[in-house]
């Protein structure tokens, strides 16, 4: 079955990328398939366009990656999501990267779980650069990808993936450690963007012992 990837912009082409060339089958779902036609045709034949509701349904397993503030409407689309594994991958980003529009006591990922119905929301793929997502090779180590959501299968699903394309998994537990998650996001663009450190670096995890 494939994975369905909502969105083709930077997240979403780049894990349709890093998802083809480890033999997976994506179907990225957009508004206007015919935008990307040519982006996607170069993902090679593992992958291919649909609009957004086709895209949901031909997986079990779905990745948001879109705007947060489309996340709504996306979730409230499917009367009941049947158990489908569903990925949240946004940031409720304010405005020009000035921070984020909810968290401490909340986190998109549990507002996205609520509006769902019947979805096992999981939180991936949202903490680090999309460059690291087409490509996670790095030479001082293995970048980390931390993984939350209330469905121990469904988080372990979604840790297989990340450890596919490169990245340590890293089990952070239940979805409401996207409280942590979407700031940690937060850091990773902080540094970006405010303190000049560019795209090309990545979080890992270090062990003793
Ligand atoms: N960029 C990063 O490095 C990065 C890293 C981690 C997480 N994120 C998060 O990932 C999400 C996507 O970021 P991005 O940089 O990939 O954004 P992007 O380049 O702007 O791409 C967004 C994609 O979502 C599509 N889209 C918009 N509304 C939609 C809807 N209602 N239904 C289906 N598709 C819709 C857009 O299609 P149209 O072009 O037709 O509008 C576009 O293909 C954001 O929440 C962001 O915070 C980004």
Redesign the pocket.
């Known amino acids: 079955m494939s994975i369905a990837i909502?969105?083709?912009?930077?997240?979403?082409?780049?894990l349709g990328r890093a998802f083809t060339r480890r033999g997976e089958n994506v179907v990225?779902?957009?508004?206007?398939p015919q935008?990307?036609a040519a982006a996607v045709a170069a993902l090679g034949d593992k992958a291919r366009l649909s609009s957004?509701a086709d895209a949901i349904a031909a997986s079990d397993l779905v990745v948001?990656?879109?705007?947060?503030?489309?996340?709504a409407?996306?979730a409230q689309s499917v009367p009941d999501w049947q158990g489908k594994v569903l990925v949240d991958?946004?940031?409720?980003?304010a405005p020009g990267l000035a921070g984020l529009t909810m968290g401490t006591n909340t986190s998109?990922a549990e507002e996205l779980a609520r509006l769902a119905r019947g979805a096992r929301v999981v939180k991936a793929?949202?903490?680090?650069?999309?460059?690291?997502?087409a490509d996670a090779a790095y030479p001082g180590g293995v970048p980390m990808m931390p993984v939350c959501g209330d469905d121990a299968d469904a988080r372990q699903r979604v840790m297989a993936l990340a450890t596919l394309i490169g990245f340590e998994a890293v089990d952070m537990g239940p979805l409401m450690a996207a409280r942590y998650l979407e700031p940690f996001?937060m850091t990773?663009?902080h540094l970006a963007f405010r303190q000049g450190l560019g795209?090309r670096f990545a979080f890992g995890l270090l062990r003793r012992g």
């Open positions: 909502i969105g083709a912009g930077n997240v979403g082409m780049a990225l779902g957009v508004p206007d935008k990307y957004t948001l990656a879109v705007p947060h503030l489309a996340t409407a996306i991958a946004t940031n409720p980003l998109a793929f949202n903490s680090t650069g999309a460059e690291n997502m996001a990773w663009i795209r």
